[in-house]
């Protein structure tokens, strides 16, 4: 009896699958270290216009959000269609901006206090009565840099 | 008794459990990148007595409710809009102390003297939409950076960045402090050339 069996046919061996795990964790590993989960819920719609002259807005730690816009649609029952200010998780009025600014700035770092940005990601349809409201609330407490938060594209877009 | 040697543990399920995990991270992943344009307020105090700044330094655009625009008191279409800014800022008029050498505009003595004179004033009314505004914003900044970014090459050609480049490297906090501090006079010194004068008037009731 033969030691060397001949092998029958010519059946390819499978594929080992032993290192998809690994490939999956890499992947797995990339998209948990890239991810930032949101810290604000949206309560209003927020397509933001497009613009290509912009700048980065790098360092997280030294921006705060002002976001405004139509209520989105679940919200609408309740706080109708009229352009709305929010700041963090809730409805607010242009007054209450001002009291958000100085309680978001006290609330950072004492060298950062004195170059933080107001990101304002307002909806590309709102009224500039609004923004001008919010801008002025922001004159008033000193915080004068401003960041309008864009898209990135061409600014054609904006204009259907 | 002999022991039992361990069963090992089958790790052919560990794939579907990575995988379940990799879409959730898929599904929320959010790369959020924020950009935007970048603009300063001006404060608060009202300045006594205001700069009396001539008629032809100043180029006035107005954003009506009704998102049109009107530039130097004729209607223009946006997509114009850049190239009107680029020609009143580049023109330099001036003449004598105030004459711009380095300015490739016209010349024309109804239009800006020189760019550190001139001023782009944006009046927009409070209906005006928000898209159409930030449209207005970027062609003015574009202008701006038409400009600077000819200057900048014309300073440094052996650079082979422009302004919006080079900008763009200097506030990336990845960059070396050696190279900021390199590309900080070159960027001051074009920033100076062209200083950036944008006036925004506070926006008109609609009647």
């Known amino acids: ?160 | 008794m002999a022991r039992r040697k361990a069963p090992e543990v089958n790790a052919g399920s560990m794939a579907d459990i990575a995988f379940l995990l990799l879409i959730f991270f898929l599904v929320t992943t959010t790369i959020e990148t924020d950009s935007g344009l970048n603009r300063k307020l001006p404060p608060m105090e009202d300045v006594v007595d205001p700069p009396i700044i001539k008629e032809r330094n100043i180029f006035t655009v107005v954003v009506n409710k009704y998102n049109q625009l009107l530039v130097e008191e004729k209607p223009l279409e946006l997509v114009n809009l850049r190239l009107e800014a680029v020609k009143f800022l580049d023109n330099g008029g001036g003449k004598g102390e105030e004459a711009c050498d380095y300015c490739l505009g016209d010349r024309d003595l109804d239009s800006s003297d020189n760019p550190d004179k001139a001023v782009i004033s944006l009046k927009n009314d409070r209906e005006t939409d928000y898209k159409v505004y930030i449209a207005v914003q970027n062609e003015l900044v574009a202008a701006y950076n038409v400009l600077r970014n000819r200057e900048f090459k014309r300073l440094n050609p052996n650079l082979g960045l422009d302004f919006v480049q080079a900008n763009k490297i200097y506030n990336d906090p990845r960059t070396s402090i050696t190279e900021k501090e390199r590309l900080k006079p070159l960027l001051g010194k074009v920033k100076l050339l062209f200083p950036q004068k944008l006036s925004e008037a506070e926006p008109s009731k609609t009647n």
């Not at chain 1, 030691?3 to 797995?28: N, Y």
């Not at chain 1, 948990?32 to 980065?56: C, E, G, H, I, Y």
């Not at chain 1, 989105?72 to 209450?96: E, P």
């Open chain 1, 1 to 160: 009896m033969s030691k060397f069996k001949k092998k029958k046919g010519g059946d390819l061996p499978a594929i080992s699958t032993a290192s998809l795990p690994d490939i999956v964790f890499m992947l797995l590993f990339f998209f948990m270290v890239a991810t930032v989960m949101r810290d604000n819920t949206l309560l209003v719609s927020n397509t933001l216009p497009a613009a290509d002259q912009v700048q980065k807005l790098d360092k997280k730690d030294r921006v705060m959000y002002i976001y405004a816009g139509k209520p989105s649609a679940r919200y609408k029952d309740k706080f109708g269609t009229q352009a709305r200010i929010q700041l963090n998780d809730k409805f607010a009025t242009v007054q209450d901006v001002a009291a958000f600014v100085l309680a978001e700035k006290a609330s950072k770092r004492q060298e950062l206090q004195n170059v933080l940005t107001t990101a304002l990601k307002v909806d590309g349809d709102t009224k500039m009565g609004l923004i001008s409201d919010i801008k002025q609330e922001l004159r008033k407490v000193n915080a004068l840099k401003i960041n309008y938060t864009t898209r990135v594209g061409d600014y054609s877009q904006n204009l259907n």
